[in-house]
């Protein structure tokens, strides 16, 4: 995830299609900045809860656009959420409990 320059709001960003050059000065947060092993965050905790992660293939990136979702959003319907992850591909099919802990962890934070 990166910060937009000039902007208050955070961009979620595939590290695989993403130049170098272009992060220069960006403030970039990746999985592992959102939480601790003592102090998990609230979407790190939420997708352990709902056993949202079965495979890995996805969760990083769902888990980082959930968070840039978050800030942009702080009280997105299910439908908010299903579209703001439409573009990461799950292959296991963990879809529901994966946007059951996007919504946990938003309530968690006492934003819905």
């Keep these: 995830m990166r910060r937009l320059h000039g902007a208050d709001r955070r ?18 947060t990746t999985l592992e900045g959102l939480g601790t092993l ?4 609230p979407l790190q905790r939420a997708f352990i809860g709902e056993q949202a ?8 990136g769902m888990i980082v656009s959930a968070k840039a979702l978050l800030d ?5 319907t299910e439908s908010d959420v299903r579209q703001a992850l439409a573009a990461n ?7 529901n ?14 934003r819905t």
């Design 72 to 76: 942009r959003n702080p009280k997105p």
């Design 53 to 60: 992660a079965q495979c890995g293939y996805c969760i990083n």
């Design 11 to 28: 961009q979620a960003v595939r590290s695989c299609v993403t130049e170098i050059g272009s992060l220069a000065g960006a403030e970039i």
């Design 89 to 95: 591909l799950c292959r296991c099919g963990t879809h």
């Design 38 to 41: 003592d102090k998990l965050h």
């Design 97 to 110: 409990r994966i946007v059951r802990a996007v919504m946990r962890a938003a309530n968690e934070m006492g």
